[in-house]
C-alpha cells in the first residue's frame, strides 16, 4: 500500500508549539490511505531531529524530502531545514533557501502548489505558531476546493498563526489536534458522495438562523447559505457535534455559544492599506478630486462600511492628513467608521495594534502616525480625531448621508443578491452628487450601475452621477424592530409571511388610493412602517427615520404639539388645516394620531396619519382648525421645557465631568508614576539581559569545553581493552568502558541496577565487600584474580573523589596480567631446575676439593721435606721449587673452583 500514490494529501503547517500537537495528531492517525506533509519553520542552520522525534508516536513512516520525491501514500514528509517545498505531478520540489530573499513563508509556498496540484483532494491544517504564514495559503487550498483545518487559538500559547488563517474566512474546521483525525477520515470517506443530511442541514441552519434573530439583536437570514452553513458547522464541530440538529439543541441550553456562533458570522477581516494599489489610486486620484471640488467652508464626510477593527478607516485618515495641506489644511474631516459588531468597534476606537498587524505601514508612516508604547503601536490623537466609531447595521440602519466618499469592501461578498441590491441602493443614497464609492474587488453593483460611473474597474471604485432620489421607505427595508416581531416555527412562517406580504400589499394600494399617509413610530418618533406615498409629505433630503426631522416645519411644529398631548392623555388627537409648501406646491394638511401598543403592550407608539383637505371634506367638522400661532406658543413651550431639562442635565452631566476629570487628573498621575516606575524596571531589565547574554555566552564556552572532555573521556573508555566500571554510594553501576564487559555481563540497560545484580566472569567472591570498604574507609583495595576463561587480572578498587574529595562511589578497574603471571611460572620452574643443579655442584666442589686437597696437603708435605734436607743439588733444588709453584697453582685453582660453584649457586636462586 505504501508505494501506491495517494488519492489525497494533507499538508500541515507548524511553528512554535508545534511538536506536541503533531505528536498528539499522529498518534490518532492510522494507516488510512492519505500522505502527510510538515511545512515547519527551521532554521537553515538547525539540522532538525524531527524524523527521530515524530517517529516514536506514529505507525506511519516518517522521512524527510528530497528532491523530486514522489509522493506516497501512509507516509510522512518532513521539510528539510534550509529548503523551500512544493509539489508538481505529485513529486517533492525543493529549492534553497538562499535563493530567496525577504521572509521565508514556507508554509504559504507548499499551501499554493499543493492547491495548484491536488486541487479538492488538498487538505490544509494550520496549528500554532507566531506570525500570519498558511492564510494565503489556506485561502487558496479552500478556493481549489479541499479542506481546510486550523487549531484552536484559545487554547495553544501561539496564538497568531490559527487566529490569522481563521480571519480569512477559509477555514472549516477549528480543532484540537486529536479531532481533526477524525474529521480528516470523514471528508475523505464521504466527499465524493452526495451527502444524505445536505436537505436536512439546510433545514436546522434556517432554524438556528431564525433562533438568533429571535434572542438576539441580529438577522443573518439573507447571509449567503454556504457562509452561513461552513460557519456553523466549524462551531459545532469545535465542540465535538457533527449534527446540526444537535447542535440547534446545545445552543438553546447555551447562550453563550450563540453568542459566539453570531461574532463569528460577523465578518472582521481587514488590514491597513489592503491592496496597496488601490490605496495608492484612492491617494493619487480619489481624495484630491474631492478636496478639489469643495466648496470654501464645506467639510469632508466619508464613511467606512464595515470597519471591523478599523485598520482600514485609519489608512484612508493618513491618507486624507497627508493632503490636508496648503488651502486645505484647515478642512474638517469627518470619517464616519460603522460596524455591527460592538466588539470590533470598541477595539477599533483604541487604536492599539499589535506589531503583527500593522503589516502594509511605511516605516515613515509608522513613525509619523503611530506611537509605541513597547508592545503595541497606538494611533496618534491627530489621526483618532478624525474618526467617529458607531455600531450600525447596513441590513437594518438607514444610510449616512451626503457622503463624499463610502467605502464598504468584502462585505456584500456573504450575501444574498436581494440583501445586496437594497444596500446598494443605500450606498447610492448615501452619496453626494461626484461622490466616491470604493467596493471590494469581488462585488459588483449591477444593480445602480447606471447611477455611477465608473473610475477603476479593476478595484471597483465608482463615482455617483445622479442629483436627486426620492425618499422611498421600501427601498431601505426598514425594518419591524426585532422587539416587534414574533417568529414560529418554518411552517408557521411561511404562511405568516405570505398572509403579511399580501396585508402589506392590500395597505399600500388602500392608502395611494384613498391618498393618506400612515406612519407607525415609537416613543422615541423613530418610524417603524409606512403606508401611503412618502414623497407627497416628507422632505426628501437628509434622510433617517426620526419622523419630526423628515416633515416640514408646519407639519413637524403641529406633530410634536399634538403628539406629546396623544402621549400625555393617551387619546386620538387631530388638527386640520395645516398650510406649507412642498416641491413649490402649497399644500394643505389634515393630522391626526393615535396611541398603539407595540409588542403585546410592552411598548408604546403612535400612529400617525396624513391626508390633504379634499380627500376628507365630508369630515372636516370632526378636525379642529390648525392655528399656527397658537401651535408655534405650544412649541415653543414645549421646547422650552425640553431645554430646561436639558440644562439641568447638563448641569448634572457637568458636574459628574468634573468629578471624573478630577479622578483621571489622579489617575493619571499615578500612571506617570507607574510609567516612571516601569521605565526604570525596563532599564534594569535591560541590564540583566545584557548580563544574561554574557552568561550565556560563557555557557555556550563551557558547553563547548564540556563537549571537548566528554569526547576525550569516550575516546580513553574506548581505548582502554581492559575496562573500567564506575560504582556509586549504593553500589549501582554508573558507567562502564567498553573493555569491562569481558569481566561483568554488562549492557546498557544495567545502568542504574545495584552491582550485586549482576553476573561476572571473574573469580571474586568478595567484589561487593571490597567496594564496601573503599567506600567507607577511602582506601585501595588491590587483588590478582583469575577469570573463568583461565586468564589473571589486576583487580583494583579505588574511591570515586568529587571536588573536595568527596567520596561518591568507587572506580573498578581491571589490569590483564596474564603474561606477568605466565613468566613468573617460567621463572620459578627455571629456579627449580637451577637449585638442583646447585646442589649437584655442591657435592662436586666438596668431592672434588677432598680429592685434590688430601693428594696436595702430603705433597706439600713432603716438598717441605725436601727443602728441610736443604740439599746442595742445584737441580733438585730448582726442581723442588717448580714443583711447589705447580701445587700452589694447583690449589689455587681447586679454591677458584669451589668459589665458582658457590657464585654460580647464588645466581641461580636469584
Known amino acids: 500500500m505504501s508505494n501506491e500514490e495517494p488519492n489525497y494529501i494533507v499538508a500541515i503547517g507548524a511553528s512554535a508549539g508545534g511538536l506536541e500537537e ?35 508516536h506514529s505507525s506511519l513512516l516518517v522521512k524527510e524530502a528530497k528532491q523530486g520525491m514522489t509522493v506516497h501514500r501512509n507516509v510522512v514528509y518532513l521539510i528539510p531545514n534550509d529548503k523551500f517545498m512544493g509539489i508538481k505531478n505529485n513529486k517533492l520540489q525543493l529549492t534553497s533557501k538562499d535563493k530567496i530573499k525577504g521572509p521565508h513563508l514556507t508554509i504559504d509556498t507548499f499551501f499554493n502548489a499543493l492547491a495548484l496540484d491536488n486541487g479538492k483532494k488538498a487538505i490544509g491544517i494550520v496549528l500554532s505558531g507566531l506570525g500570519s504564514d498558511g492564510s494565503e495559503g489556506v485561502k487558496a487550498i479552500k478556493q481549489a476546493g479541499g479542506m481546510t483545518i486550523a487549531r484552536n487559538p484559545q487554547n495553544t500559547e501561539f496564538t497568531s498563526m490559527p487566529e490569522h488563517a481563521i480571519a480569512t474566512d477559509s477555514i472549516d474546521f477549528i480543532l484540537e489536534p486529536q479531532f481533526m483525525p477524525d474529521v ?45 452553513l461552513r460557519r456553523t458547522k466549524r462551531r459545532a464541530a469545535a465542540i ?19 453568542k459566539a456562533l453570531a461574532k463569528d458570522y460577523l465578518i472582521s477581516v481587514t488590514s491597513f492599506f489592503r491592496d496597496t494599489e488601490a490605496f495608492d489610486l484612492i491617494e493619487n486620484t480619489v481624495l484630491p478630486r474631492i478636496l478639489e471640488n469643495l466648496n470654501p467652508g464645506d467639510e469632508i464626510k466619508l464613511w467606512v462600511a464595515g470597519c471591523a477593527t478599523g485598520e482600514e478607516a485609519y489608512s484612508i485618515a493618513i491618507l486624507l492628513n497627508e493632503l490636508l495641506v496648503g488651502k486645505f489644511k484647515d478642512t474638517v474631516v469627518k470619517i464616519f467608521a460603522t460596524d455591527v459588531d460592538s466588539a470590533a468597534l470598541l477595539y477599533a476606537g483604541k487604536g492599539t495594534y499589535s506589531a503583527d498587524r500593522i503589516n502594509g505601514i511605511s516605516t515613515k508612516r509608522l513613525k509619523e502616525y503611530f506611537n509605541f508604547d513597547g508592545k503595541n503601536y497606538i494611533v496618534k490623537p491627530e489621526i483618532r480625531k478624525m474618526l467617529i466609531f458607531a455600531q450600525h447595521d447596513l441590513v437594518k440602519n438607514p444610510p449616512y448621508c451626503n457622503m463624499h466618499f463610502i467605502s464598504c469592501r468584502n462585505l456584500l461578498i456573504y450575501m444574498t443578491p436581494i440583501l445586496q441590491k437594497k444596500i446598494y441602493t443605500m450606498l447610492l443614497f448615501g452619496l453626494k452628487t461626484n461622490g466616491f464609492l470604493f467596493l471590494g474587488s469581488s462585488e459588483n453593483p449591477l444593480t445602480i450601475i447606471d447611477n455611477l460611473e465608473v473610475v477603476n474597474k479593476k478595484w471597483r471604485i465608482y463615482k455617483s452621477l445622479k442629483d436627486k432620489r426620492t425618499v422611498n421607505f421600501d427601498t431601505f427595508a426598514l425594518p419591524e424592530l426585532s422587539a ?25 394600494l388602500i392608502a395611494n388610493y384613498i391618498g393618506y399617509l400612515a406612519i407607525c413610530v415609537d416613543i422615541e418618533n423613530t418610524v417603524i412602517k409606512s403606508y401611503g406615498n412618502t414623497a407627497k409629505y416628507l422632505l426628501p433630503q437628509n434622510f433617517n427615520t426620526n419622523l419630526p426631522e423628515l416633515l416640514p416645519r408646519a407639519l413637524a411644529v403641529a406633530y410634536n404639539t399634538l403628539s406629546k398631548e396623544v402621549l400625555k392623555n393617551e387619546q386620538f388627537a387631530s388638527v386640520k388645516g395645516i ?24 411598548q408604546k407608539g403612535l400612529i400617525v396619519i396624513f391626508n390633504d383637505d379634499r380627500a376628507t371634506s365630508s369630515n372636516k367638522d370632526k378636525y379642529p382648525l390648525f392655528n399656527e400661532i397658537e401651535y408655534n406658543k405650544k412649541y415653543t413651550e414645549g421646547l422650552e421645557e425640553e431645554l430646561t431639562e436639558v440644562k439641568n442635565k447638563l448641569q448634572e452631566a457637568h458636574d459628574k465631568l468634573i468629578t471624573s476629570n478630577e479622578n483621571m487628573q489622579s489617575f493619571n498621575e499615578e500612571l506617570i508614576s507607574a510609567n516612571e516606575e ?34 576525550d573521556l569516550n575516546n580513553y573508555f574506548r581505548s582502554n581493552i581492559n575496562g573500567q566500571i564506575f560504582i556509586d554510594n549504593n553500589l549501582r553501576l554508573m558507567k562502564y568502558s567498553p573493555g569491562a564487559v569481558k569481566h561483568i555481563n554488562l549492557v546498557s540497560s544495567d545502568i542504574g541496577r545495584p552491582i550485586n545484580h549482576i553476573s561476572t566472569n571473574i573469580k571474586l567472591d568478595t567484589i561487593v565487600e571490597d567496594t564496601k570498604y573503599v567506600i567507607e574507609k577511602s582506601t585501595l583495595v588491590t587483588k590478582e584474580i583469575e577469570a573463568n576463561n583461565g586468564k589473571w587480572y589486576q583487580v583494583m578498587i579505588m574511591p570515586y573523589l568529587q571536588s573536595g574529595n568527596k567520596i561518591n562511589g568507587a572506580i573498578i578497574t581491571f589490569n590483564d596480567i596474564s603474561e606477568l603471571k605466565n613468566t613468573q611460572s617460567e621463572l620459578h620452574k627455571k629456579n627449580e631446575i637451577l637449585l638442583r643443579i646447585n646442589e649437584e655442584l655442591e657435592y662436586v666442589k666438596k668431592t672434588a676439593t677432598n680429592d685434590i686437597a688430601i693428594p696436595l696437603t702430603d705433597i706439600e708435605k713432603r716438598i717441605k721435606n725436601l727443602k728441610d734436607l736443604k740439599s746442595p743439588d742445584v737441580d733438585v733444588t730448582e726442581l723442588l721449587s717448580i714443583v711447589d709453584s705447580s701445587v700452589k697453582t694447583l690449589r689455587s685453582l681447586a679454591n677458584d673452583l669451589a668459589r665458582k660453584v658457590t657464585i654460580d649457586h647464588d645466581n641461580g636462586l636469584n
Open 22 to 56: 503533531l505528536n498528539t495528531f499522529f498518534e490518532r492517525t492510522p494507516h488510512d490511505g492519505i500522505s502527510y506533509v510538515i511545512v515547519q519553520h527551521l532554521s537553515s542552520d538547525f539540522k532538525s531531529a524531527m524524523v527521530e522525534l515524530l517517529s516514536k
Open 240 to 258: 465535538n457535534i457533527y449534527d446540526l440538529k444537535d447542535y440547534l439543541l446545545f445552543l438553546k441550553e447555551n447562550p453563550e455559544e450563540l
Open 484 to 508: 416587534y416581531r414574533q417568529t414560529a416555527a418554518i411552517k408557521d412562517d411561511t404562511s405568516k409571511n405570505i398572509n403579511n406580504s399580501f396585508t402589506e400589499t392590500v395597505n399600500g
Open 678 to 711: 516601569m521605565q526604570s524596571t525596563n532599564e534594569e531589565m535591560q541590564s540583566v539581559n545584557e548580563e544574561l547574554h554574557t552568561i550565556n555566552t560563557d555557557y555556550q564556552l563551557k558547553n563547548k569545553e564540556l563537549a571537548e572532555i566528554n569526547d
Open 579 to 602: 398650510m406649507f409648501k412642498l416641491n413649490d406646491v402649497l399644500m394643505e394638511v389634515n393630522l391626526s394620531i393615535s396611541p398603539i401598543n407595540i409588542d403585546g403592550g410592552k
Open 184 to 228: 480528516i477520515a470523514s471528508y475523505v470517506k464521504s466527499n465524493d458522495e452526495v451527502s444524505e443530511n445536505t436537505k436536512a442541514d439546510k433545514i436546522n441552519i434556517v432554524e438556528i438562523v431564525d433562533y438568533i434573530h429571535q434572542n438576539l439583536p441580529f438577522d443573518f437570514s439573507d447571509y449567503k447559505d454556504t457562509t452561513i
